[in-house]
């Protein structure tokens, strides 16, 4: 569902084609009109917010932050990205106390004032996500996302109709509940509690409530659902947010992981080919289409059809400007298909292609292994 222009606050005509291009993954686009919105409205936290949010999205996706497979279980804990830039990493860290700055003096005014505690708590909640995918600092962003929880249900408790301030209290619900249980018990003693289904119900209702969090509700309630295997009901979403946002790469490809994840390979197989075909007629302008030539050998090895994986992880070199780190696995992927392959000369220009510069330290010395010795396979 995508929200009603007269969702977005501030009041601004801009803001329905900023989240149109946000959301499509037209990051630049999108900042400059939430520049142009915040210069209209200055003081106000929810222009900040969403200017501070754009800017904090773009960064984590050309880190290569925003894969929801990692976020399927808990590996993403220990995932290590390529480094956030030092000059985004200070502005937003200022956008985040300029926001806080307006939210204090609104609130000092009146401790009930809805919107500001909403607009904080909302500050909050990505600000524990840059603490959590940027700066790795995971009590920090514990502390912010407990700020912004409280902050979201003192909303609900002064009006329980403010269904956007559910987003941050159903993904705090669940995430808590989702702990082991001993876990969940040393929680409960500081006054937290969670529950999964609570937290998916909270989601849903935002998701069809309307508001400017409803998209945002989506995109987490497709991944909590898929962490539960509740396949049919995350491509539902998925496929409604794909219609609504048709040159979104990662909402085309989660429709693949998804369904990868339900054991459906053969549909994946082919959502990966049609993404791959797209993005060579241009669709996909300027994002990284190739990962869904690699996702799709990734796919194609797991079922050890290694031929097959090798043309894939090959389609990756052939876009003209790809992603260094995923250019570097593909070779490295398309070395150990050779060597499965009894193909020792291939496997051995792929791997000192990954040896090139742009890539992580990691796969190279990965790669450096295979030149001396070869992939006989998984242990």
Known sequence: MRPPESSFRPPDPLNAPAFDHYYNLDYDQAIQEFDQVLHRHPDDPFALNHFMTAILIRELYRMGALNSGEYSNDNFIGQAHRPADPR???QIKGLVERAEDLEERALKSNPNNIDALYARGATRAEFSLYTALIERAW???????VGARHDHERVLELNPNYVDAKLVVGAHYYVLGSLPWGVKMAVSLVGLSGSKDKGIEYLYDVAKGGGESSTDAQVVLSVFLRREHRYDEALGIIRGLILLYPHSILFALEEGNLLRAAGRAP?????YGRIWQAGREGHYAGLHYELAALTLGDLLRDRKDYGGAAAAYDEVGQVSQPDPELLQKAELGAGEMYDLLKKR??????????????????LTQTARERIQEPYHGPP
Do not use: T
């Open 88 to 90: 985004v990493k200070e």
């Open 139 to 145: 009590f920090s962003a514990l502390r912010n996302a």
């Open 267 to 271: 549909e994946a197989a082919a959502v």
């Open 345 to 362: 000369d291939l496997a051995i220009k792929r791997y000192q292609a990954a040896i090139g510069p742009g890539g992580s330290a990691a």
